[in-house]
């Protein structure tokens, strides 16, 4: 998946405040882990920044004027050579070295501040996750759920790789730092990690779509171990396992932190442990629970989910299993 894909919503990603909106996620010169920088035209300082998509473009410009007041323009780069797609600069002249200085890009001395702006760094949880914002819409990246799988930052040096792994640390997410090919990233290998961090940012449909393909594949590996049985009991165990686990995983997100904590917990418990039996799930839980009493907490699970989901008028828990999902 590419960075600003409109079919996963990074470009819609709504922010938590307007004035968290722009935090820099990056330094040394260059706005968040965008391609492009601070330049000297003319005299002037001009911020750029090169993007993948024309959606993230024209949020970002909108953003500038909407929060700064300063006007900025966007160029299309068209594809070509060793470019195979087009790409957008929004680029702010007038008052470049204005909105540097304000986004913490310049110190007061007028010097390029590396790494994130101490005024990030010390911030709340709020900002840290605009920072991810930020730096997930201007040049992230999302691999297909498997054993590789992983969100990746490309980013412009090393201080504001690790400013980056700081600020995940403080959402609750586990990220890593690496410098592959003279090239600095920070990468997210955990699946729920993943799921939790694009939750975070407000990544929703990207979640949904990273979701399903990661269910899509449990259900195929399921189907390749299944292969070599010929029992129907084990096939429907699958299914069953499959849509459980997918409708769970649906209803914690409609609930989020509303569900109890009894509830959350043996959907956890089912999410956690996919393929065990009811008996075998409350002999997990603590306190032990006979199967019938996980089974109606898993069952009060999904019932208040979609009666959430219908109050909000959103797609229930049913909606998450798919006829795919199935074909086992």
């Not at 999302?142 to 040096?157: D, N, Q, V, Y």
């Not at 990220?175 to 993943?194: H, S």
């Not at 039996?277 to 089974?295: M, N, Y």
């Amino acid at each position: 998946m590419r960075n600003g894909d409109d079919r996963f919503g990074q470009g819609r990603a709504e922010p938590g405040r307007r004035t968290q909106t722009l935090l820099p996620p990056g330094g040394d010169g260059r706005p968040a882990a965008l391609r492009g920088g601070l330049h000297i035209v003319s005299g002037r300082v001009v911020v750029e920044a090169e993007l993948d998509t024309g959606s993230v473009a024209r949020r970002l410009r909108r953003e500038v004027a909407e929060v700064y007041g300063y006007p900025s323009e966007i160029h299309v780069l068209a594809s070509g050579g060793l470019r195979k797609s087009s790409h957008y600069i929004v680029r702010v002249v007038k008052d470049g070295e204005a909105l540097a200085r304000q986004t913490g890009l310049l110190d007061v001395r007028g010097r390029p501040v590396r790494g994130l702006p101490p005024h990030v760094v010390s911030a709340s949880v709020c900002c840290a996750v605009a920072a991810w914002r930020g730096a997930f819409m201007a040049h992230g990246s999302l691999t297909e759920p498997g054993r590789s799988c992983a969100l990746e930052i490309t980013c412009p040096g090393p201080e504001s790789a690790l400013a980056l792994v700081g600020a995940a640390r403080r959402i609750g997410v586990t990220a890593k730092y690496r410098e592959v090919r003279g090239v600095d990233r920070v990468v997210v290998k955990d699946g729920d990690a993943i799921a939790a961090l694009l939750t975070r940012i407000g990544a929703h449909s990207s979640v949904l779509a990273w979701e399903e393909r990661r269910v899509r594949r449990e259900v195929r590996a399921t189907a390749n171990r299944l292969a070599n049985f010929d029992d129907a009991n084990l096939r429907r165990s699958a299914r069953a396992a499959v849509a459980a686990a997918a409708r769970v995983t649906r209803a914690l997100e409609i609930l989020a932190d509303d569900a109890p904590n009894h509830l959350t917990s043996a959907g956890q418990l089912r999410l956690e442990h996919r393929q065990a039996s009811l008996e075998e799930l409350g002999a997990l839980a603590d306190p032990p629970l006979t199967k019938d009493a996980i089974a109606g907490r898993i069952r009060r699970l999904l019932a208040l989910a979609d009666k959430r989901a219908r109050d909000l008028g959103i797609p229930d828990t049913e909606a998450a299993v798919t006829p795919d999902m199935m074909v086992v």
